[in-house]
C-alpha cells in the first residue's frame, strides 16, 4: 500500500521548498515525536497539529501546561519571534539592563514579566513610555496568548473544566518556564574553552551549539558577556540566525540553565558511568556533553527525570472520554507533588547562578 509522504505534498505547490529543507522538517518532527518514522501522525503530532505555534514551541508550552505554568509557556513561545522595545537597533544596551532589572539569566522570563506587569498596570501608556515599549505588539502578544490558550484547550489534551490556577499554579517559579522551554527546543549553547587561532595562541573561553557552532549572544540579551565569566555555563534557546559576518549563530534570546535543569527536561538518552565512590559521570550524547553528579544521588535524579517524562507521556496520551475520574484526581495529586519537588531543585540550584551574576 502507498503511503502519501510528506514530500508529495509538499511538491505540489507552486514552489515547493527543497529536498534538504523537508527532509529537516521531517526528521525534527519525528525526533520530537510528531510523526513515525514512516510519517504517520502520532497521538502528539495530531495535538500540535491544531496549534499554531512551531512544533517544538507548542510541544514546550504543552508540558508547561502540564506543570502549572502554561502563561508563562504561552508567552515564552511567543517571545522567541516578537519585539517589544521602540528603536531597539538603538538602545540594545539600555533594553539589556531594563530586561536585567526583571530577571537577570532569562530574556524570556524578564519579558513574561514585563507583560504581566504592564497588564497590570493603570496607565498602560505611561508603563510603555517609561521603558520605550511597543504597546501595539504589547496588545498583540496578549491577543494571541488568548488565541493559543483556546487552541490548546480544543486539542482536548486538558481538561475542558480545567481551573485556570490549575494550570498557572507555579507560575512563579521562573525554572520551570526555562525548563519547559528545553524541553521542547531542546538546544542547549556551553561556553568551554578553546584554542584561539588569531594573534597570540591562547586557551580562550568561547560560546558553542551543542553540534559544536559556534554561537555569539545578541547585545540587547541579559546573558550577552556570559563568555567574559570565564566558567563553563549552559543555555537553552529557540531560534537565532546564522551570520556570515560572525560566522557563528546569533541567539537574540537565551536562558540560563542549570546542569541539572538539562538532566532533567533535555531529550535524549543519558548514560551514566561511575568515576568513584563520590561522583558519577553522567553523559548526555545528543548534546555532547558530560555532567559530574553525587553518586548518592545519581540515582534519584534520573528516577524524577523518568518519573516527569512519563508524566509528560501520559497527559499527552490519556483519552479524557473513557477517563476514571479517581484516576484523573489521583495522577494530578501525583504530578502536583512531582513538580513541587522538582520546582524546588530547580530554584535551589539556579541560586548559585543568580549569585554569580550579581557579579556581572
Not at 490556577?165 to 520551570?176: A, G, K, M, Q
Amino acid at each position: 500500500m502507498y503511503v502519501y509522504r510528506v514530500e508529495d505534498f509538499l511538491s505540489q505547490l507552486p514552489e515547493p521548498p527543497s529536498d534538504k529543507a523537508v527532509r529537516f522538517a521531517v526528521n525534527d518532527l519525528v525526533d520530537l515525536g510528531a510523526l513515525t518514522h514512516n510519517q504517520k501522525l502520532t497521538r502528539l503530532g495530531a495535538i500540535l497539529s491544531r496549534v499554531s505555534i512551531h512544533p517544538r514551541l507548542c510541544f514546550s508550552v504543552l508540558n508547561a501546561a502540564f506543570i502549572g505554568n502554561i502563561i508563562a509557556g504561552v508567552r515564552t513561545a511567543l517571545a522567541t519571534e516578537q519585539e517589544f522595545f521602540e528603536d531597539s537597533g538603538d538602545r540594545r544596551n539600555v533594553i539589556r539592563e531594563i530586561k536585567r532589572s526583571y530577571n537577570k539569566t532569562s530574556d524570556y522570563s524578564a519579558l513574561y514579566h514585563i507583560m504581566q506587569e504592564y497588564e497590570m498596570s493603570h496607565d498602560k501608556e505611561e508603563f510603555c513610555t517609561k521603558y520605550g515599549l511597543r504597546r501595539s505588539s504589547l496588545n498583540y502578544i496578549k491577543a494571541l496568548t488568548n488565541q493559543y490558550l483556546q487552541q490548546i484547550l480544543s486539542t482536548g489534551v486538558i481538561e475542558a473544566a480545567v481551573d485556570a490556577s490549575d494550570l498557572n499554579r507555579f507560575s512563579d517559579i521562573d525554572e520551570l518556564a526555562s525548563a519547559a522551554l528545553l524541553s521542547g527546543s531542546n538546544k542547549l549553547l556551553v561556553t568551554k574553552k578553546h584554542m584561539k587561532t588569531k594573534g597570540k595562541l591562547a586557551a580562550v573561553y568561547g560560546l558553542f551549539t551543542s553540534k559544536g557552532e559556534r554561537a555569539h549572544i545578541a547585545s540587547d540579551s541579559v546573558n550577552h558577556g556570559i563568555i567574559k565569566k570565564n566558567t563553563s555555563q549552559l543555555l537553552t534557546y529557540f531560534g537565532g540566525h546564522h551570520s556570515i559576518e560572525r560566522r557563528a549563530l546569533v541567539v537574540y534570546k537565551s536562558t540560563l540553565v542549570s546542569p541539572i535543569t538539562v538532566i532533567l527536561f533535555a531529550m535524549g538518552d543519558i548514560n551514566k558511568m561511575e568515576i568513584n565512590n563520590d561522583v558519577t559521570e553522567l553523559d548526555i550524547p545528543r548534546h555532547k556533553l558530560k555532567i559530574e553528579v553525587p553518586t548518592s544521588q545519581v540515582d534519584a535524579i534520573l528516577k524524577a527525570r523518568e518519573m516527569l517524562w512519563k508524566t509528560f507521556q501520559y497527559y499527552i496520551e490519556r483519552d479524557l472520554k473513557t477517563s476514571d475520574f479517581d484516576d484523573l484526581t489521583e495522577i494530578s495529586r501525583f504530578k502536583i507533588r512531582l513538580v513541587k519537588s522538582i520546582g524546588r531543585i530547580l530554584v535551589e540550584a539556579n541560586d548559585a547562578l543568580d549569585k554569580d551574576c550579581l557579579n556581572k
